[in-house]
């Protein structure tokens, strides 16, 4: 279980910045472009696990590569090459400080702010009389502000628009774009017997133009759901199967951990680990309907190093 991507730092040629996330590490480099290295961490509750999932990297990094190649049509994307299978070079963006989340259905954070009695969700109305994991009547889109540090927070268009985070015209692209990308998100998973429950994008601007950036429709990113059954199992209050890394908030949640001060992070014992590391396989097979290559987990660090300087060397 140590063979994993958790901590690394790399210097890779024409380096001149890095920062360091909560599951990607950015390395800024020559030419404009900019190093994503997509780790083993996984987190959850805005915090980061202490031990890594093995595969978990290349599982991420291959699905959010599969779907930016797909939604080229509909907005330009930061990725340029993925010269390893844990790394995606692309264009460096000036990120804008929201993500854009989408719900179809009412489940996970929205289902919990529901449950505790409001209807209200960073401005979206959610109607009485409805039950954990229905559909919205409509898409309905709860952005959420990006923090430097510590947890993102719930945000409405209306305080988006005060603060002047964007202007209104900007606001009302990533809305039309946010249900474009949302809409063929759909359409595929329906292809695969899934469906996209909830997702987020986030976008970044290069040179004044829009552009979509980080990972999309990942396990990390996203949630599904298995489509065939989904109905009778609403019909009769059975859980739905899930496509997630919820099962991985859950289990921490059984273990008295929400990422709330005070509580200690539970430490994940091995047999978990590789539950979790064989869920993420399962759901790149089924999202993408590809075949999942496991790649040798020894000598990470030096593979990802060679790959990348090589990609700058010859671009």
Same mark, same amino acid.
């Given at each position: ?73 509909i907005v330009p994307t930061w990725k340029k090459a993925t010269p ?36 209200i969700l960073c401005g979206e109305s959610m109607p009485n009389g ?23 927070? *719930? ?6 628009? @005060? =603060?002047? #985070?964007?202007?209104? /015209?900007?606001?009302?692209?990533? !809305?039309? &774009? ?91 014992? *091995? ?6 590391? @064989? =869920?993420? #396989?399962?759901?790149? /097979?089924?999202?993408?309907?590809? !075949?999942? &290559? ?22």
């Open positions: 279980m140590n063979d994993t991507l958790h901590r690394a730092t790399f210097q890779f040629d024409g380096q001149y910045n890095a920062y360091h996330g909560k599951v990607r590490d950015m390395y800024s480099i020559q030419k404009g472009n900019i190093v994503a290295v997509v780790s083993d961490r996984i987190s959850a509750f805005d915090v980061v696990m202490p031990k890594g999932i093995p595969y978990k990297g290349q599982v991420l990094n291959g699905i959010a590569s599969h779907f930016l190649d797909a939604v080229q049509d390893h299978p844990q790394v995606t070079v692309g264009y460096a963006c000036e990120p804008i400080r929201i993500e854009m989340v989408i719900r179809g259905y009412l489940t996970g954070h929205a289902w919990r702010t529901y449950k505790s009695g409001e209807r409805m039950k954990e994991h229905d559909a919205f009547e409509a898409p309905i889109i709860t952005p959420a502000s990006k923090a430097e540090e510590g947890h993102d927070e *719930d945000i409405s268009k209306a305080s988006i628009l @005060d =603060r002047g #985070i964007v202007s209104t /015209e900007l606001y009302d692209e990533l !809305e039309r &774009i946010t249900h474009a990308l949302f809409q063929r998100g759909t359409e595929m998973a329906a292809r695969q017997g899934l469906i996209l429950v909830d997702t987020k994008y986030e976008f970044g601007l290069l040179d004044g133009q829009l552009m979509l950036i980080d990972e999309i429709h990942t396990p990390d990113s996203s949630r599904y759901f298995i489509l065939e059954g989904y109905e009778e199992r609403q019909k009769s209050g059975t859980p739905q199967q899930q496509l997630s890394k919820e099962f991985v908030r859950e289990w921490l949640m059984e273990n008295n951990f929400m990422g709330l001060e005070g509580q200690s992070v539970p430490e994940m014992p *091995d047999a978990f680990i590789q539950e979790v590391s @064989d =869920r993420y #396989i399962h759901l790149y /097979e089924k999202v993408t309907g590809q !075949e999942f &290559i496991r790649r040798p987990l020894n000598h990470l660090e030096s593979d990802i190093n060679g790959a990348v300087n090589n990609w700058i060397r010859t671009n």
